[in-house]
């Protein structure tokens, strides 16, 4: 059974960081993709980031460019978001997610497995 957890999220005042694992079961981490989506409050979800399976390269939204960092540890099958320069347009719930047919990042709807997701608050 494939199982996504995230961690990591809290509140963080603006010019502040947070680093998001997603912990990863159930499937060969190591031989897929992976992205993070985020919804925001009352908004329908965004792609953010993206990561090639063996760690590189990486995509980026361009709301998020140059501000956050995707990366990956496959011995520890975890999932990491470095979250810089956080603006409160980024409070949002973060997930972790795959797709097992690997096609387009931003096809939300492509998406198999989605984590629990993990709050991230944004404010002074």
């Known amino acids: 059974e494939v199982q996504l957890v995230e961690s990591g999220g809290g509140w963080v005042q603006p010019g502040g960081s947070l680093r998001l694992s997603c912990a990863a079961s159930g499937f060969t981490f190591g031989s897929y993709d992976m992205s993070w989506v985020r919804q925001a409050p009352g908004k329908g979800p965004e792609w953010v980031s993206a990561i090639r399976s063996g760690g590189g390269p990486t995509y980026y939204s361009d709301s998020v460019k140059g501000r956050f960092t995707i990366s990956r540890d496959n011995a520890k099958n975890t999932l990491y978001l470095q979250m810089n320069s956080l603006k409160p347009e980024d409070t949002a719930v973060y997930y972790c997610?795959?797709?097992?047919?690997?096609?387009?990042?931003?096809?939300?709807?492509?998406?198999?497995?989605w984590g629990q997701g993990t709050q991230v608050t944004v404010s002074s």
């Open positions: 997610v795959l797709d097992l047919d690997q096609g387009d990042y931003v096809d939300l709807s492509a998406y198999d497995y």
